[in-house]
């Protein structure tokens, strides 16, 4: 293999897992998105035995994506790699910022789209979407009434009256999760499911880029733990990036604000295209093959589909 970049000693046996080969592995893990430890596990095992042919049918799925958006990935833009759980902004030619990400979970997965980044939001409130109020805190309410108040959530009428929890009928919430009438809102603060930082680009999916309370996530190797929104690492650098504001809004500046509490909306000035892709294969900087784990398993119908016989549909003539 061509991480096998040093020989053998000489005599030395040939099941011997020497320092060479260890080094080899940590290459091969980090090429194909694992945890680089040497060790080979069950993950690694199975990345060793992929076939070749598998990967290179995986290359031509990720080629066929590269021809749909590249003429988009040219000139300023903030790129999201969902399978490779990263992300950068692209600036006047150059790569100026990149983080690590956290994407939705195999079953509520993080779409693919591009839209362009408007605003952002300091200190934001996280109004708790259907899909989570109705699998996830709803369950945790009706088990723990005092699960409210410790996350900092209060639940809020249609008329945008607070309702004490006293006042309503968890019984019949219970029967009938699904026709909840209230919303359940978090207040900005250090513990809030967005953290300290919201960053809209409207879309249909209504997915965002947002800072979380929970930085430990950050140190795994596969980061899927999301609900379908992008949590980022370092959104404070981001941010200042965007307002492209070094009077007002240098990350001094940004970090006071923050440390306010108060919740404020600012436009950015670099209204760059956001674009949400997913590649499991790609070239790294050294120009080596990289792979990712197919987490939505996405690229089988797109082998299917480049495998398929090519019909020809002509062009009515008037």
């Known amino acids: 293999s061509?991480?096998?970049?040093?020989?053998?000693?000489?005599?030395?046996?040939?099941?011997?897992f020497d320092d060479a080969l260890a080094d080899a592995v940590r290459r091969f893990q980090a090429r194909h998105g694992l945890e680089a430890d040497a060790r080979v596990g069950a993950q690694t095992l199975a990345a060793l035995n992929v076939p070749v042919a598998a990967r290179i049918e995986q290359v031509r799925a990720n080629l066929e994506r590269l021809r749909w958006?590249?003429?988009?990935?040219?000139?300023?833009?903030?790129?999201?790699?969902?399978?490779?759980?990263?992300?950068?902004?692209?600036?006047?030619?150059?790569?100026?910022?990149?983080?690590?990400?956290?994407?939705?979970?195999?079953?509520?997965?993080?779409p693919e789209f591009r839209s362009t980044m408007e605003y952002l939001v300091l200190n934001p409130e996280w109004v708790v979407p259907p899909t989570i109020l109705r699998n996830d805190v709803l369950p945790r309410v009706l088990r723990d009434r005092g699960y409210l108040a410790r996350q900092g959530m209060r639940l809020i009428d249609r008329g945008g009256r607070v309702v004490a929890p006293a006042d309503v009928d968890w019984d019949a919430v219970r029967a009938q999760?699904?026709?909840?009438?209230?919303?359940?809102?978090?207040?900005?603060?250090?513990?809030?499911?967005?953290?300290?930082?919201?960053?809209?680009?409207?879309?249909?999916?209504?997915?965002?880029?947002?800072?979380?309370?929970?930085r430990e996530l950050f140190d795994r190797t596969v980061r899927a733990f999301s609900s379908g929104c992008i949590r980022v690492e370092r959104p404070r650098e981001l941010a200042a990036l965007l307002?492209?504001?070094?009077?007002?809004?240098?990350?001094?500046?940004?970090?006071?604000?923050?440390?306010?509490?108060?919740?404020?909306?600012?436009?950015?000035?670099?209204?760059?295209p956001l674009l949400l892709l997913y590649h499991t294969a790609r070239a790294g900087e050294d120009d080596r093959a990289e792979f990712r784990s197919d987490l939505y398993r996405r690229d089988p119908p797109i082998v299917r589909a480049l495998a398929a016989p090519f019909r020809y549909a002509p062009v009515a003539r008037r």
Do not use: K
Not at 2 to 16: K, V
Not at 74 to 103: C, K, N, P, Q, Y
């Open 2 to 16: 061509a991480d096998l970049t040093a020989a053998p000693a000489a005599g030395a046996p040939a099941e011997l």
């Open 69 to 110: 958006i590249a003429r988009d990935l040219t000139g300023d833009h903030l790129m999201v790699d969902i399978a490779g759980f990263e992300a950068w902004l692209w600036l006047d030619g150059r790569e100026v910022w990149r983080s690590r990400v956290i994407v939705g979970r195999a079953y509520r997965r993080t």
């Open 177 to 214: 999760p699904g026709a909840f009438p209230l919303r359940i809102v978090q207040a900005p603060g250090p513990d809030n499911a967005l953290g300290r930082i919201r960053f809209m680009a409207p879309n249909d999916h209504v997915v965002f880029l947002h800072d979380t309370p929970a």
């Open 243 to 272: 307002l492209a504001d070094a009077e007002r809004w240098p990350l001094a500046q940004i970090a006071a604000a923050l440390d306010e509490g108060r919740t404020r909306t600012l436009q950015v000035r670099r209204r760059v």
